[in-house]
C-alpha cells in the first residue's frame, strides 16, 4: 500500500493554506468576542471545510483520480485531512485559552 | 491467474440506454482491446468498473468476489483520458506511491522517468506527461489495469516505445485497453470487443469491425 502519510500530506497542502485562513479567523473572532462565541466559530470552521471541498471539486477533480489509485477513496483523504485540521484548530485554540 | 468478470452492466442517461446487459471479462495475462464508436460508453464502462461511475446495474467481480470500488485495496488501476498528477510535488515522490515496489526497478530504466524524475509536472510537455501518467499506471500494485485512450496525446514514436511495455505488463496483469487509434488497439491486443448498441460484440477478424460499422471498409 501507499504511504497514507505522504497521501495525507499530498492532499493537503494545496489546502492548507485556505484551511489556516479560517483557523486563524476563528481564533481571531474568539479572542475578540471571548469563549462564549466558540460554538457559533466551530460552525464558521465548518463552513471553511464545505468551501474547499466545493472548491477542490471544482479546480482539482482530475487529480482525484492519483489518491483512488494509490487505493484510497475521496472521502477518506477528506476525513483524514478534516481531521488533522480540526486537531490543529483545537489544539492552538487550547494553548490561547490557557495562555490568556 | 486472476479473473476480472463484468456482467450485466446497465447504464442511462436522460432515459438513454446506453450501456445494456454489457458483459466483459479479462485473465491476467492478457491485452483486452475495447473499440466503439464515440459516446458509445467505453469510458463509463471503465469508469463503472473502477467504481467512480454509479450504473444503474452492474456487476464486476474477481475470481467470483464481487468488486463495489476497483480501486479499493489497488485491485484495479485507471488511465483516465484527463492528467491526473497532482502539481507542485516531484514526479518521482508521486510515482513511489503508486509504482508496485517489485516494478520499481523496470519502472526507474523508462528514459521518460530518468528524463523527468526530478521535476513537477507543469515542467513536461503535455506529450510527456500523459506517457508518465500511463508508465505509472501500467508500473501499479493493481492486478488489472483500465487505460483509456492511451494514445492519444502522444507522438507515434512514444505510441511505439510503449506498446512493448504493456505487451511486458500484460504477463502478470489484466490489462483493459480503449482508444480511437484502432490500428494500435488491434496490434497490442490479444483480443478485441466492440461496444455498440450498448452491447459488446467479440471481435475476430477486422472484417467484422467493417460488418458492425465501426470501420468504413474504403
Known amino acids: 500500500m501507499a504511504d497514507i502519510r505522504k497521501l495525507i500530506w499530498y492532499f493537503y497542502k494545496p489546502i492548507f493554506i485556505w484551511n489556516a485562513a479560517f483557523t486563524l479567523v476563528c481564533l481571531g473572532f474568539i479572542s475578540f468576542y471571548g469563549p462564549k462565541v466558540a460554538g457559533l ?53 487550547t494553548i490561547y485559552l490557557r495562555l490568556k | 491467474m486472476k479473473t476480472l468478470k463484468v456482467d450485466s452492466v446497465e447504464l442511462e442517461f436522460d432515459g438513454r440506454k446506453i450501456l445494456q446487459s454489457v458483459y466483459l471479462n479479462c485473465t491476467q495475462g492478457e491485452v483486452v482491446g475495447l473499440l466503439g464508436r464515440n459516446g458509445c460508453g467505453k469510458s463509463s464502462l471503465l469508469k463503472i468498473i473502477f467504481g467512480t461511475q454509479a450504473a444503474g446495474h452492474k456487476y464486476v467481480g474477481i475470481d467470483g468476489e464481487y468488486i463495489g470500488k476497483g480501486y479499493h485495496n489497488n485491485r484495479i488501476a485507471y488511465l483516465p483520458q484527463h492528467n491526473y498528477l497532482p502539481g507542485g510535488i516531484v514526479i518521482e515522490k508521486l510515482a513511489k506511491q503508486i509504482v508496485d515496489p517489485l516494478s520499481w526497478n ?113
Open chain 2, 106 to 218: 523496470e519502472f526507474t530504466a523508462l528514459p521518460i522517468f530518468q528524463r523527468n524524475a526530478g521535476k513537477k509536472t507543469h515542467e513536461l510537455s503535455g506529450g510527456e506527461l500523459r506517457q508518465l501518467e500511463t508508465m505509472i499506471i501500467i508500473h501499479s500494485r493493481a492486478d488489472f489495469i483500465l487505460l483509456d485512450e492511451p494514445f492519444t496525446h502522444i507522438s507515434p514514436i512514444q505510441a511505439d516505445e510503449f506498446k512493448p511495455v504493456i505487451r511486458a505488463c500484460a504477463k502478470r496483469k489484466g490489462i483493459i485497453i480503449t482508444d480511437h487509434q484502432y490500428y494500435n488497439i488491434l496490434e497490442v491486443s490479444d483480443r478485441v470487443v466492440l461496444l455498440s448498441d450498448g452491447v459488446t460484440k467479440a471481435i475476430d477478424d477486422r472484417e467484422e469491425l467493417i460488418r458492425y460499422g465501426y470501420l468504413s471498409g474504403k
Open chain 1, 41 to 93: 466559530v466551530f460552525f464558521f470552521k465548518l463552513i471553511g471545510f464545505a468551501s474547499t471541498t466545493y472548491l477542490q471539486s471544482y479546480t482539482a477533480k482530475n487529480v482525484y483520480m492519483y489518491y483512488r489509485n494509490a487505493g484510497y477513496s475521496i472521502r477518506r483523504m477528506y476525513a483524514y485531512v478534516y481531521g488533522i485540521d480540526l486537531a490543529l484548530y483545537f489544539a492552538l485554540l
